[in-house]
Each structure stands twice: as structure tokens, then as C-alpha cells.
């Protein structure tokens, strides 16, 4: 199992160029499912979820091809209506195959997901949203069977949750049913706009995406399209973050400043300086790190997908700072191996209490899930001595290279492969 060592205390100068988003590539490459024409997409990350994902189409009956960060996906032959337990445990995000299955094949049968264990992430609201859609949905076995033999009809849908990729799952079955779908309290986040931008390049008839009240006219069918993945905006976040973290210089190219805005505003205000331009950014840490409270909120406020690593940049500011986890209820698994590192920090039930400390010292640590692996990598770029990151198949799944990126700019840092 791979191990990435990183020597600590080495300011980060330089360019990055950031990859396309994973959370928007997967729910888009699952698009192809929706038309028998060609589409082709590019800057696709190369990550394990991707490679996941090809292997899950290809066993549904599409045809992929792919070279570099271009990806072709043709399913003209799409017969398989069942994603199965060993294709879909590995992430979460395969459930988004349920509604455009439906939509095409008028059944489908998928296994409940998995991903990383960072808490209860039910897919309650998909199957209530697929159930006014006209479907009928029975649990069976671990498995979703759904059917919907007279095609789907529009529906006024309520989600009780600001849902991703419930809202995405659920456009994407509603781009092909009979009349008009609104989905109310829908997701806002840019992956979903780019979802939807994708969708409509496809034919669809979708308004309102990015905001909570999403209009869908369906259509009878869609053709292919072209399209780039939008940079990924948590990719930007840890290498922001990385800069301020180590009193560094970088400049990150190809990315969106106008998808980061809570991030840049909270990283502000922790004393380094942001300034963006076009589609870059560049940060620089100051004298100290200052300390500050935040809350993770669906977008457009703060992600929790960038608490962990902004709580590594807390553990060795000024001052205390609290940190309240509302998206994920077991999303501080990180602590425990902070703590190891010398990180003051104390749980009560969704927040974090953090004392900052004068610095961290390296250590073997455990990866437990995705960010936790890149706040661990970044905790190793500030501490003293030698951090040992192991589990690091996570950081796999959703970052591109980050070692190679991270040498790139000046860290210590090299993997072991074993």
C-alpha cells in the first residue's frame, strides 16, 4: 500500500495548474448514459473515482474511449440496467447512474453505494424524488430496483435536503420524462450548473440551475456534445490553503475564483493575501496566521469538503478558533492524527475547538478519508521533522498527482510505493 513522506517547514513557491473537478466529471460522464450519440469530454482528472466510473459504464453496455484527459463515451448499445455491489461500493457518487437508467431503460437495479465512511449520506430524497417521477422504487437485497415501464412523468419536487447529487440524479431523469419537472431546494453548487450546461448541450431544456428552483421541460431525446470539466474548486482550496499554511508564494492556474469565493473570504481573513485575476489566483501567506470560526453550509457558503484542511491552518494560528462540521455528522476523523502531530483540539458533538499551537511535529499518521488525506499532506508541509501519511488510496480518489504538484512548488514530498 502507498505512503507519501513529506520533510516539513519548506515555504511553497511557484505555479500549480489545477485539474478538472472530480465532482463534476462524475455526474457528467454519467450524462453519456443518456443518448446513444457520442460525447466527448475533456480535462478529465485522472483519479480512481474516473477509472471507476469508465468501468461501471462499460459494464452497463457503453463503449469509452480514452487518451490524456479526454474521455469519449458512446452508449448506443446501453442493455444493462444493473450496476452491481462490486462495481458501485468503491464510491458513493455510482448512484448517480439510478435515474439516467430509468429515464433510458425505463428500469434499472443498483446497489446501494459506498465512498468514503464519513457519515450517513442516505439516498432517501433520490428515490422519493424517482417516485414522483412516476417510478417504482423497492429495496431488495442491498439493491434499488426501480421501475418505470410507462416512461417518467414532470413532477413539483421538494427536497428536504439541499441534495448534490440527489438534485443531479433527479435532473438528470427528468431531462427525458414527459412534460415539465421543477426541483425546489435544489443543490446550487457550480457542479450542478455544469451538470446542467452539459445537459443542455445535450438538448435538454433546463433554467434556473444555481439557484434552489430548477425548471426542466423534457424532451424525447438527446444528442451528443462536447464539453471541458470546470477546474476543480477544492483542488484550488487545499493549495490555497497549502500557501498561507506555509508562509508561501503560489499561483494557481486554471481555476474559478468566482466558485471559491467563502474560501478566499475566510483565508483573508486569516491574514494571507488573495488576489484573483481571470482564471487564476495567487496566495501569499503573511507574518502570522490569524485565527477564525467557521461553519460549513451548502454552497454557496463554506464547503465542508475544505474543513479539514482549513482546521490544519487553525491548529498553528493565533488564538482559538471553533470550527462547526453541519453537512457531515463524522467528519472530524482527522482529529485523532492532528492530535498525534501535536495539534490542540477538542470535540464537542459538531464543532471543533482549536488552540493554536507554536507548530506541529511530524509523524506516522492515518489517512481515514479523502480530505482527511490532504489535511494530513498539509499538516507534513508545516510540521517539523518527517510525517509518514499511510492510506493514502483515499487522496487517490479525488487529486491528481498532488505529490508530484506539491514538489512541483518546492514541498519535500515523494511517494512510496510498496
Known amino acids: 500500500m502507498d505512503r507519501i513522506i513529506i520533510e516539513g517547514s519548506r515555504p511553497l513557491k511557484g505555479e500549480v495548474t489545477i485539474s478538472g473537478a472530480k465532482n463534476a466529471a462524475l455526474p457528467i460522464l454519467v450524462a453519456g448514459l443518456l443518448t446513444d450519440e457520442t460525447c466527448t469530454f475533456t480535462n478529465m482528472p485522472a483519479l480512481r473515482d474516473i477509472e471507476s466510473t469508465?468501468?461501471?459504464?462499460?459494464?452497463?453496455?457503453?463503449?469509452?474511449?480514452?487518451?490524456?484527459?479526454?474521455?469519449?463515451?458512446?452508449?448506443?448499445?446501453?442493455?444493462?440496467p444493473e450496476a452491481p455491489y462490486d462495481l458501485v461500493r468503491k464510491m458513493r457518487a455510482s448512484v448517480l447512474v439510478?435515474?439516467?437508467?430509468?429515464?433510458?431503460?425505463?428500469?434499472a437495479r443498483v446497489s446501494l453505494p459506498g465512498g468514503?465512511?464519513?457519515?450517513?449520506?442516505?439516498?432517501?430524497?433520490?428515490?422519493?424524488?424517482?417516485?414522483?417521477?412516476g417510478a417504482e422504487i423497492e429495496l431488495s437485497h442491498g439493491y434499488v430496483e426501480a421501475a418505470a415501464p410507462n416512461g417518467l412523468k414532470g413532477a413539483d419536487i421538494y427536497l428536504d435536503m439541499a441534495t448534490v447529487t440527489g438534485t443531479e440524479n433527479l435532473m438528470m431523469a427528468a431531462v427525458l420524462a414527459d412534460g415539465e419537472t421543477v426541483i425546489r431546494n435544489a443543490a446550487r453548487e457550480p457542479e450542478v450548473v455544469a451538470l446542467?450546461?452539459?445537459?443542455?448541450?445535450?438538448?435538454?431544456?433546463?433554467?434556473?440551475?444555481?439557484?434552489s428552483a430548477i425548471r426542466i421541460q423534457g424532451v424525447s431525446s438527446?444528442?451528443?456534445?462536447?464539453?471541458?470539466?470546470?477546474p476543480d474548486r477544492i483542488e484550488a482550496g487545499t493549495f490555497m490553503v497549502a500557501a498561507a499554511l506555509t508562509g508561501g508564494d503560489v499561483t494557481l492556474l486554471n481555476c474559478d475564483p468566482t466558485h471559491l469565493s467563502a474560501s478566499i473570504?475566510?483565508?483573508?481573513?486569516?491574514?494571507?493575501?488573495?488576489?484573483?485575476?481571470d482564471r487564476t489566483l495567487r496566495v501569499t501567506g503573511g507574518d502570522r496566521i490569524e485565527s477564525i470560526d467557521l461553519k460549513t453550509q451548502p454552497y454557496p457558503g463554506f464547503p465542508t469538503d475544505m474543513q479539514a484542511q482549513f482546521m490544519v491552518l487553525m491548529t498553528v494560528a493565533k488564538g482559538l478558533s471553533v470550527i462547526s462540521e453541519t453537512i457531515f455528522e463524522n467528519r472530524f476523523m482527522h482529529v485523532s492524527e492532528l492530535k498525534r502531530m501535536g495539534a490542540d483540539i477538542?470535540?464537542?458533538?459538531?464543532?471543533?475547538?482549536?488552540k493554536g499551537v507554536s507548530g506541529l511535529s511530524g509523524a506516522p499518521v492515518m489517512a481515514s478519508d479523502l480530505r482527511a488525506s490532504a489535511s494530513l499532506v498539509l499538516a507534513g508541509l508545516v510540521a517539523s521533522g518527517t510525517t509518514e501519511v499511510n492510506r493514502v488510496y483515499h487522496l487517490d480518489r479525488g487529486y491528481e498527482a498532488l505529490e508530484k504538484k506539491f514538489a512541483g512548488v518546492g514541498a519535500a514530498i515523494k511517494r512510496i510505493s510498496e
Open 346 to 354: 477538542k470535540i464537542s458533538g459538531n464543532a471543533a475547538l482549536i
Open 265 to 277: 473570504n475566510k483565508l483573508r481573513l486569516t491574514g494571507a493575501t488573495v488576489i484573483a485575476k
Open 98 to 107: 439510478l435515474g439516467p437508467l430509468v429515464a433510458r431503460l425505463k428500469k
Open 116 to 133: 468514503c465512511a464519513i457519515g450517513e449520506r442516505p439516498i432517501n430524497l433520490h428515490l422519493k424524488g424517482l417516485a414522483q417521477l
Open 196 to 211: 446542467a450546461d452539459v445537459l443542455n448541450g445535450m438538448g435538454a431544456k433546463i433554467q434556473d440551475a444555481g439557484t
Open 222 to 230: 438527446l444528442h451528443g456534445t462536447q464539453c471541458a470539466i470546470i
Open 54 to 80: 469508465k468501468a461501471l459504464l462499460t459494464h452497463l453496455g457503453s463503449k469509452i474511449e480514452a487518451q490524456g484527459d479526454r474521455i469519449q463515451i458512446q452508449s448506443a448499445s446501453l442493455n444493462n
